[in-house]
Each structure stands twice: as C-alpha cells, then as structure tokens.
C-alpha cells in the first residue's frame, strides 16, 4: 500500500512539474500544430480527390451512383494500403469519414519518437545532477520509476485524446452524415487504441531513461530503439508480403515483426473483440516488459 | 533496541580499477554525532553514499539502524540526508517541493513540515522561488531543511556547510547541534574546526582506508598530552620530572608535555605544570588539551 501511495505522490509531483516546464508546453503545442496541419492537409486532399474525380466520372457519363460505388472503392483501396489486407478491419474503417484514419495513423506514427522527445530525461535527467537522490531516500526505486511513468504518461494520452477528440470533431464539420450513433463508439474505440499504444511507448522511454545517467544518450538511445523496432516491424512485414506473393509459406525470419509493438497496431482498431484483445495484450505486455526492465535497472544501478 | 545506529562491516567500494573505499569497518552508536573525516579522494563520499543507499558496496555490509539501505522502505522515514554536489529539481517552488517531499515521506500534515523546516534554515523568503534558481548557499540551506525534516533519527549530512559564508555556516552549526540532541547525526567536512567542535566520535579515511576511528578525546589524545603556549623557554628538565609525565618538548613557542593519565589525571597534571611555569617565571599564553584534530589527520593521511 505503501508503494501505491508513494507512486500518487511521485505521479502528481512529476505531472505538476511536467505541466509547468517550458519543454512540455513547447512539445504539446508542437504536436496540436502538427495534427492541425495534417488534418487540414489531409482533408484538403481528400476533397479535392473526391470532387476531380466525380468530375472526370461525370465527364465520362458515370451516373452518380456509379461516382459513389468508384469513390468507396478508391477509398477502400487506400485503407487497404494503409491497414493491410483485413477486409473486416477495412470495413470497418469505411464506415467512417477516411480523413479520420488517415490523420490517426500519420499522427501515431510520430507519437514514439514524441513520446521519447518528452520523456528521455525523466530518470537520467534525476540521475546526471544527483537529485534522484532527495527521492531515492524517500521512496523505493520502483515507485519513482512508476511514479514518473505514470506522470508522462498522463500528459500524452490527454494529448492524445485531445487531438483525437479534434480529428473527430472535424470530421463531423465535413461529414454531417457521420452520425452520432456512429461517431461515439468509434472515437470510444480510437481513444482506447491511442491510450494503449501511447502507454506502450512512454514504457519504452522510461526504460531508456533509466539505462543511462546522461540524458543525451538516453535520447539517442530510444531514438535508435524506435527505429530498431520500426525495422523489425517493417522487415518482418515485408519478407510475409514478399512470400505470399509467391504463394509461399512465410518463412520464420517473418515473426521478427511480431517483437515490434507496431506490429500490433491495427489490431486495436480491429472490430472483432477478439483480434482487438490480442493487440490489447500485446500492448500491455511490451509495456509489462519495457517496465520491468527499467525497474530492474534502476533497482542496480548507483545513484 | 540496539546501541549502534550505524554498522559498516568491512566495506569495500571499487570504480573499474580504483578502489574508493577499502575494507572498511566501524560503528556509530545511537545519539551520536560522527565526523567523517580525510583529504579529497579518501572516499568520504563513496562511503557516505553507501551508508544512504545510493551506492552498493562491492563487499561487505551496511546496517543503518539494523537495516540494509539499499532494501526498498527499510529506511524510509528514518533517514534524513544531505547529499553533496546534489542539484535540487527545477519547475516546482522551494514551498512545493519540499511540501511534496515532505508528503513522500509521510510527514503530515505536508506542507506544515515543509514550511517549518524552511522557517529553520531562515529562507521563508525563498518559499515561492523556483528551486533550481537559488544561489549555491540558499540550495545548501534547502538541502538542510529537506534533511532535517520530520526529525529523522538518522541524519546524514555531507559538507553541510561546504560553500557558505560565515554567518550561514554558523546558524547551520547551531541546527546540528539543535539536531544531535534527539539524532544520531553524520558530518562529513573538511572543516576540522567544525567537526571539532560538533562531533563526539570521528572516523579518518585515508585513500579508501580507515586510518583511525575513535571518540575525538581519543583522536586528539586529550587525556594524554596538553599543550601550553608560552612566551620564552620553557624549563624542560623540570617539567618532564613532575610525577606522571612522560615526555616534554618545545614546538615553536608551544610546551608539549605528554603524561600518563593512568597516573594523574590530566586536571592535576595541568594545574602542576601551570604553578611550576609560574614559579619559574615563565611567561603563559594559552592552554590546549590534546592535539589540534587538523595535526592529528596531517599525521595520520
């Protein structure tokens, strides 16, 4: 019990801190700006898709019906593209307004790198000037470690959910057939995918921060670590592709995706509860295991 | 319960090659201030950090109030420390953060044990200031405030007056004192004056080792030689014949008389030399028992 308590007052000591630092307010601003811009970018673009293309159809004497049959498809096509070949995951999706997919999955794909950007100095930045100690004499390791786990991760997922909140806001502007009925789940089910996701990576961070006593090569660290498992992930991605082109069985270097949390992302969009809950699991267990590490670490190292 | 507070057994600490702190051994009795005392590089603080738990000792074993403190909450709440060259976190006020670590300790009220331990050390003013923006005195002053807060039975305090002006210095001396009083507390200084001054036992560290450890009457052989400060010479062949002393020498203008106190007590023995000076008509400066510290730790490291 002591160790819980211990974790809420190190969470809200660390979240008031993270709140009032310049870096922190610098990032958060940064990445609504970002999310702005792509969601302005993508929406532009995909209107001005949907109307040439009606344009050339009703040039080409294609009833409207047939406009909007091409304009799925041409949709479905890009949702394949980025979601891979899950025709349930793609339906899915194409019930939805695409800006929506579109801007979630280009936002999430920043958001480790982000994370690591807010987060690489949250232990090595305690351990490099010493004041770790003032903690490490009031508190076990593990609650400081969770305790600024807790607290970075607060600041993204509410980010998180912000821009998602917007991303969905807009999208009903555009689209005011997207209905409620349609819109509340499903922002239920992005909030949810973004939480998990996001947990995952602040995990990660934390684990590299507790590796090193300078906060540069903790940066660094992660920064090689995002792009080790991005590579995994793609590498892995690309050999399974590659063999069932071929007709193939996929051959085992093709697992190597399944080290890399990305390798679950889509599931957590997925509208089988099932699939849903592997990539649920997934998450939770690199977070579990990205955790544990760096408490491990901590709990050695000097201070 | 136990009368030791503090138990080192044999204590070794090596950084790659170097060894910082070599088989060391020794005892803090509960109640008692300890002076932690050597040149730089004598792993004064390598040994002070393994005693807080931020270090782990290659070999040996430490037991602080019983406990070992790199066991998770052995310690938590006994153990007030102030650690050297620690910087204090920035983004929150002084009053937040120590209201917050207070609370992390589980002082409460919080903030109540915050705003007496800053009323302590005199930085009221500071209460709304940014940590990290204090000058290198006022955060040695926190750092104080944040070690005595909540009355720790333990407390460690390393250079706490290291970089302060002589004033501050001296109202830091009066708090351990204040503090020694219901503490057992552990200074670790260059100042030998000071430590003189605040500390019963010390223990001298000499390049990792411990070169000696004992009460600082023991150290400074007070029961054993005293020193008189004299203008002219000294009849030495006289005082070395007073009963019950052992050696008489002459150091700049200072009589060194050695005695045993076995066969006089040193009050007797002083007093003898004094009227035998004064019979003689030597001309008397000053009185001193014992070895200054400092000659003492010049001779031992």
Known sequence: MEGIREIGVIWQGELRRALRSPRTLVLVLLYCFFAALVLIAVSFMVSSATSTLNTNLGGQGVPEEGQAQVALEAKAALLKWLFGDDVNLVEALSRIPVVIPLVFKITLFFLPAYAALMGFDQISGEIEPRSIRYLAVRARRSSILFGKFAAQATVLVSLILLVDTLIFATARVLNPEFEFSLLLPTLLRFWVAAFVFSTAYVALTSLCSALFSLPAVSLIFNLIALFGLWMLDAVGGWIASWARLQGQEEPFLANLRWLSPTAYSNALLHPEFGVFGRGLVAYVLFSAVFLAAGYLVLRRRDV | MSDTAIEVNQVSRSFGAKVAVNQVTLQVRRGECFGLIGPNGAGKTTFFSMLCGFLKPTSGTVRVLGADPRVPGALKGKLGVLPQDAALPGGLSVGRLLTYWASLSGLAPADRHAREAVEKVGLMDA????????????????????????????????????????????????????????????????????????????????????????????????????????????????????????????????????????????????????????????????????????ERVLELT
């Not at chain 2, 944040?146 to 970089?163: R, S, W």
């Not at chain 2, 020694?180 to 430590?195: F, G």
């Not at chain 2, 030689?225 to 052992?246: I, M, N, S």
């Open chain 2, 127 to 294: 209460w709304n200031v940014d940590a990290r923006s204090l000058s290198h005195g006022m955060a040695k002053r926190i750092g104080l405030a944040q070690a005595f807060m909540g009355g720790a039975a333990v407390v460690l305090l390393d250079e706490p007056t290291a970089g302060l002006d002589p004033r501050s210095a001296a109202h830091v001396r009066s708090l351990i004192r204040e503090v020694k009083a219901h503490a057992t507390v552990v200074v670790s200084s260059h100042n030998l004056q000071e430590l003189e001054e605040l500390c019963d036992s010390a223990a001298i560290l000499d390049r990792g080792r411990l070169a000696q450890a004992g009460t600082l009457a023991e150290l400074t052989a007070r029961s054993a030689e005293f020193r008189v400060e004299l203008l002219g010479p000294a009849p030495l062949a006289q005082v070395q014949a007073l009963e019950g002393v052992t050696g008489a020498s002459m150091a700049g203008q200072q009589l060194v008389v050695l005695f045993d106190s076995r066969r006089r007590a040193p009050e007797e023995m002083i007093t003898a030399t004094l009227e035998l000076l004064i019979r003689q008509g030597v001309k008397i400066l000053g009185v001193t028992r014992g070895k200054k510290l400092e």
